[in-house]
Protein backbone atom coordinates (compact mmCIF):
# COMPACT_ATOMS: atom_id res chain seq x y z
CA UNK A 1 0.00 0.00 0.00
CA UNK A 2 1.51 3.05 -1.15
CA UNK A 3 1.06 6.46 1.59
CA UNK A 4 1.76 9.70 1.47
CA UNK A 5 4.88 10.66 3.91
CA UNK A 6 5.59 14.63 4.61
CA UNK A 7 8.93 14.72 6.56
CA UNK A 8 9.05 18.05 8.44
CA UNK A 9 12.67 19.03 9.72
CA UNK A 10 14.64 22.14 9.74
CA UNK A 11 17.92 20.20 9.42
CA UNK A 12 18.65 19.30 5.42
CA UNK A 13 20.67 16.19 6.68
CA UNK A 14 17.99 15.21 8.82
CA UNK A 15 15.30 15.38 6.14
CA UNK A 16 17.16 13.67 3.40
CA UNK A 17 18.46 10.52 6.01
CA UNK A 18 14.80 9.99 7.03
CA UNK A 19 13.58 10.26 3.74
CA UNK A 20 16.11 7.61 2.24
CA UNK A 21 15.72 5.14 5.17
CA UNK A 22 12.23 5.06 4.86
CA UNK A 23 12.38 4.84 1.31
CA UNK A 24 14.93 1.84 2.13
CA UNK A 25 11.93 -0.19 3.85
CA UNK A 26 9.22 1.31 1.84
CA UNK A 27 10.10 2.09 -1.62
CA UNK A 28 6.50 2.55 -2.64
CA UNK A 29 5.93 5.34 -0.50
CA UNK A 30 5.91 9.05 -1.45
CA UNK A 31 7.82 11.37 1.00
CA UNK A 32 7.78 14.78 0.35
CA UNK A 33 9.80 17.31 2.38
CA UNK A 34 9.20 20.44 4.45
CA UNK A 35 12.16 22.44 6.31
CA UNK A 36 9.69 24.02 8.62
CA UNK A 37 6.49 24.08 10.09
CA UNK A 38 5.13 27.16 8.02
CA UNK A 39 6.24 24.95 4.81
CA UNK A 40 4.14 22.27 6.34
CA UNK A 41 1.08 24.13 6.37
CA UNK A 42 1.02 25.33 2.89
CA UNK A 43 1.67 21.94 1.56
CA UNK A 44 -0.97 20.19 4.05
CA UNK A 45 -3.15 23.15 2.55
CA UNK A 46 -2.69 21.78 -0.94
CA UNK A 47 -2.42 18.22 -0.80
CA UNK A 48 -3.79 15.42 1.69
CA UNK A 49 -1.21 13.23 3.63
CA UNK A 50 -0.84 9.73 5.45
CA UNK A 51 2.08 9.84 7.49
CA UNK A 52 3.34 12.39 9.68
CA UNK A 53 7.31 12.82 10.58
CA UNK A 54 7.99 16.00 12.63
CA UNK A 55 11.12 17.08 13.95
CA UNK A 56 9.97 19.37 17.57
CA UNK A 57 12.63 22.06 17.43
CA UNK A 58 11.40 23.70 14.07
CA UNK A 59 11.35 27.68 13.07
CA UNK A 60 7.86 28.98 14.29
CA UNK A 61 5.70 26.45 15.56
CA UNK A 62 7.03 23.78 17.23
CA UNK A 63 6.29 20.06 16.23
CA UNK A 64 3.55 19.71 18.46
CA UNK A 65 1.83 22.83 17.70
CA UNK A 66 2.42 21.74 14.25
CA UNK A 67 0.87 18.55 15.43
CA UNK A 68 -2.46 19.96 16.77
CA UNK A 69 -2.86 22.05 13.52
CA UNK A 70 -2.57 18.53 11.75
CA UNK A 71 -4.85 16.66 14.07
CA UNK A 72 -7.72 19.12 13.63
CA UNK A 73 -7.72 18.69 9.80
CA UNK A 74 -7.30 14.85 10.11
CA UNK A 75 -8.44 12.44 13.41
CA UNK A 76 -6.90 8.92 11.07
CA UNK A 77 -3.38 10.57 9.97
CA UNK A 78 -0.72 8.92 11.94
CA UNK A 79 1.92 11.37 13.52
CA UNK A 80 5.36 10.24 14.24
CA UNK A 81 7.52 13.08 16.39
CA UNK A 82 11.16 12.54 15.73
CA UNK A 83 12.99 14.63 18.00
CA UNK A 84 16.30 14.96 19.96
CA UNK A 85 14.41 16.73 22.40
CA UNK A 86 14.64 14.62 25.17
CA UNK A 87 12.56 16.59 27.88
CA UNK A 88 10.04 14.94 29.65
CA UNK A 89 7.19 17.06 28.72
CA UNK A 90 7.81 16.99 25.10
CA UNK A 91 7.05 13.08 25.16
CA UNK A 92 4.45 13.27 27.70
CA UNK A 93 2.62 16.00 25.48
CA UNK A 94 3.49 13.97 22.92
CA UNK A 95 2.29 10.40 24.30
CA UNK A 96 -1.18 12.62 25.69
CA UNK A 97 -2.04 14.14 22.26
CA UNK A 98 -1.94 10.64 20.57
CA UNK A 99 1.48 11.49 18.63
CA UNK A 100 4.27 8.69 18.60
CA UNK A 101 7.40 9.73 19.91
CA UNK A 102 10.99 8.58 18.59
CA UNK A 103 14.50 9.79 19.91
CA UNK A 104 17.14 10.97 17.23
CA UNK A 105 19.15 10.28 15.72
CA UNK A 106 17.24 9.12 13.05
CA UNK A 107 19.25 5.79 12.53
CA UNK A 108 18.03 2.36 10.70
CA UNK A 109 16.45 1.44 13.62
CA UNK A 110 14.58 4.24 14.51
CA UNK A 111 12.96 4.55 11.41
CA UNK A 112 12.05 0.96 10.75
CA UNK A 113 10.39 1.36 14.06
CA UNK A 114 8.54 4.01 13.16
CA UNK A 115 7.77 2.33 9.42
CA UNK A 116 6.50 -0.53 11.21
CA UNK A 117 4.10 1.73 14.11
CA UNK A 118 2.88 2.85 10.71
CA UNK A 119 2.47 -0.13 8.94
CA UNK A 120 0.71 -1.79 12.44
CA UNK A 121 -2.15 1.29 12.69
CA UNK A 122 -5.38 1.62 11.07
CA UNK A 123 -3.89 3.34 8.27
CA UNK A 124 -2.39 -0.21 6.79
CA UNK A 125 -5.43 -2.79 7.47
Known sequence: MS?????????????????GYVQTFRADWVCTLAESA?????????????????????PGRNGLELARWIRERDQ???IGLLTSNIMNYVED????????YYR??????????FVSDIEGSSLCI
Not at 6 to 15: N, R
Not at 47 to 53: G, K, T
Not at 104 to 113: E, L, Y
Open 3 to 19: LKLLIVDDSQVCLVLTR
Open 76 to 78: QCF
Open 38 to 58: EQAMALIEKQAFDVYALDYNL
Open 93 to 100: QAISDNIH
Open 104 to 113: KPAKPDVIQQ
